[in-house]
C-alpha cells in the first residue's frame, strides 16, 4: 500500500469519527451525550491496525483542538479536550491502538470470531469508559463511582452494538479492501481468523 493510500485511509476515519460527532443524543443528567464516534473510533482499528488506527483518531483530535467543529455537537477548541468528555476523547486514540493490536494477537492465537468480539470488545469500550470516567470525576470533582454511573453506565448496551457493528463492518470490509501489510501501520495481515479456538 502506497503512502497516499493509507493517509487517505487515515483521512477518511478521522472524517468519519467526526461525522460521528454530529450525530448527539444529549441525555439530561449527564455531560457526557450520546454519539456514534466510538463506532468509527473502533472500526479504525480493526480496518487501519493499531499504528494508523491511532494515528486517524490523533488527527480527528487534533482538528477539534485546531478550532476545526469537529467534537461533539459541532463543538471545537482545547476547552473540550480539557473538559468533562476530554478523557473520552484520549480514550478513542489508545482504545483504536489497542483494538487494531489486538486484533493482530487473536489472528495469531486464532481465536473464534465470537472470542475476538468479547475480549477485543470489552478492552476497548473499557479503555473509553474508563479514561473517560476518570477525567469526567476529576474534571467535576466527583467520586469515580458516580462518574461511573454519570458517563458509562447509560452507554454500556449502546457501545455494545455499537461495538458490533464495528465488527460486522470490518468483515464486510475484508473481502473488498486489501488490509495493511508490514510496516503499514498493521505489522501483520489483521484479517479476522475463521477457525474455533
Given at each position: 500500500m502506497s503512502k497516499t493510500q493509507r493517509m487517505v485511509r487515515i483521512a477518511l476515519f478521522a472524517t468519519l469519527t467526526a461525522t460521528g460527532a454530529y450525530i448527539v443524543l444529549p441525555l439530561p443528567f449527564t455531560p457526557v451525550p450520546f454519539t456514534l464516534q466510538l463506532l468509527f473510533t473502533l472500526l479504525s482499528g480493526l480496518v487501519l491496525g493499531p499504528?494508523?488506527?491511532a494515528i486517524s483518531q490523533l488527527v480527528?483530535?487534533?482538528?477539534?483542538?485546531l478550532g476545526v467543529p469537529v467534537f461533539a455537537g459541532g463543538n471545537a477548541g482545547l476547552g473540550v479536550l480539557i473538559g468533562p468528555t476530554g478523557?473520552?476523547?484520549?480514550?478513542?486514540?489508545?482504545?483504536s491502538y489497542v483494538v487494531g493490536y489486538c486484533r493482530i494477537y487473536a489472528g495469531r492465537r486464532v481465536w473464534s470470531p465470537v472470542k475476538q468480539g468479547i475480549v477485543i470488545g470489552s478492552l476497548g469500550l473499557g479503555i473509553v469508559h474508563g479514561l473517560g470516567a476518570w477525567w469526567l470525576a476529576s474534571s467535576q470533582q466527583i467520586g469515580f463511582g458516580q462518574a461511573l454511573a454519570l458517563g458509562c453506565m447509560p452507554y454500556i448496551i449502546p457501545d455494545a452494538i455499537k461495538w458490533s457493528g464495528a465488527v460486522v463492518v470490518a468483515e464486510a470490509l475484508e473481502r473488498v479492501v486489501p488490509h495493511p501489510q508490514p510496516g503499514q501501520g498493521g505489522g501483520r495481515d489483521i484479517s479476522f481468523p475463521r477457525g474455533a479456538n
Open positions: 499504528q494508523d488506527g480527528y483530535m487534533a482538528l477539534g483542538i478523557g473520552y476523547l484520549v480514550g478513542f486514540v489508545l482504545a
